[in-house]
């Protein structure tokens, strides 16, 4: 207990430390999930130089287990330590350009998350130190107890250090959390693949840039397999459209914005179209991807700036922030938030509306060749006291031919079927299939066949309309045929012109 005078005032202060047992399980519920805790852990191994991550996983046994080595620089026993302090950084002092820290509490609050036992052994230049916290040991004595252990073989950790001269081990027990309570057997063990499943497309998603490096490359293993980047920019692709970087100036350094607006789903594989949309898609997807470090932060959405739509869901923005600005973005303990700064703000407003027109005109401009009556579509666009409509083209050049070929009384007929397709025409229903993702919605011919059939009889009609032979390649390929590229109309029409040569 202490005293002191102030303005004639004798004041009381007395030192009044947390509860060990209430504090140590309150940092179990930060908001971690499988995930974002991994995430948090590999975040130190990065910080200590690490080039290789392993998680190591045994989710088959009765006493499950984790394990993250990493081949970093390590920790001497003091260094450890103060590493399982929790609050073992102040948030405020300053940090190098590459710590992905910030107060402390990351390998802590992380771990406490999903285990209630969490052992660290590290290795620094040969020596080996290991401590460890167990919340039930804790809450037993109600003290801050942090065990050192010796070596002992029974603990997995001490295998994986075989062979290192640095390098560090976080290992997690009594895995009461990432269990979902459920009791052992073959569920349980579904359950837990069916979270580091969705651990794993995140980490391959968070760390990309580390992973894509030329130089002090990470390489990511999950029991053993290496793990590929998942870069949301498609920055790569010839088809995503780039614009210039924008630097914004600000007190605490500047922040960096390259925005991208993606390929259509027609220029991108199946397998690459869905890793790119996420578990939740793209319409969610689409947005601010805020990079602290290189370490993706914010994956989507659009910080209340705009709505996300069907036709801006191409846009996404990666913004670059320095760790000195932590404070004034709000990045939070588990880094899986932040807030815009009020002098960011007004700026990434104009550049998300110039993107994003510039993701509409990539839909638009497919839309429009479909309509264009130049290129004799199958389908026109017609405006009709301010409301859009699409009728049945009955002017294409097939339809047309169809309908001389008929008898007089059946041509009527035969126009008034077209018409009918054309009013029963399910908006409706296209439109929820779009909003529930677009690239599920496919037209054109189901198979190969199918085409070959279509530009064949087009192909008649138009020889025998008086086209020559040397101008059907070009003629054919202007018609516009929904679902089906201008490479594959041609290629059917070489096929087509080989045969009648």
Sequence with gaps: MYKKEEAGQVSREIDTPPNASALIEGH???GYDLKT????VIDNSISAGATSVKLEVDTSSDDPWLAIVDNGTGMSEEELIEAMRLGSKNPTDAR??????????GLKSASFSQCRSLTVL???EGVTSCARWDLDHVARRNTWALELLGKDASLPCWRHLEGYTNGTVVLWEKLDRLSGGQEPGTYR????????ADAEAHLRLVFHRFMERLGHRLVLTLNGRKLRPIDPMASNHKATQKDPVETISLLNGNVDVLCHTLPHHGKLSPEDWEELGGSEGYLKSQGFYIYRGDRLIIAGGWLGLTRQSELTKLCRVRVDIPNSMDSDWKIDVKKASAQLPPAVRSRLKKIVERLASTSKRTYQSKGNKLVDREMNPIWNREIRDSNVMFRPNLEHPVIVDYLKKLPKDFQEGFVQCVKLLGIGLPIDTIFMELSSGSDSLRSGPEKRDELKEVIYQLSDVLLDGGVEISSLMSVVSNYAIPGVSQSEVRDVVGNYILEKS
Excluded: T
């Design 37 to 40: 805790a991994l995430a948090d």
């Design 28 to 30: 179990r519920d930060f």
């Design 189 to 196: 063990q579904e359950h837990m693949n069916s979270q580091l």
């Design 122 to 124: 590290s290795r620094k």
């Design 96 to 105: 190098e350009s590459g710590d992905l820290g910030r107060f402390g509490l």
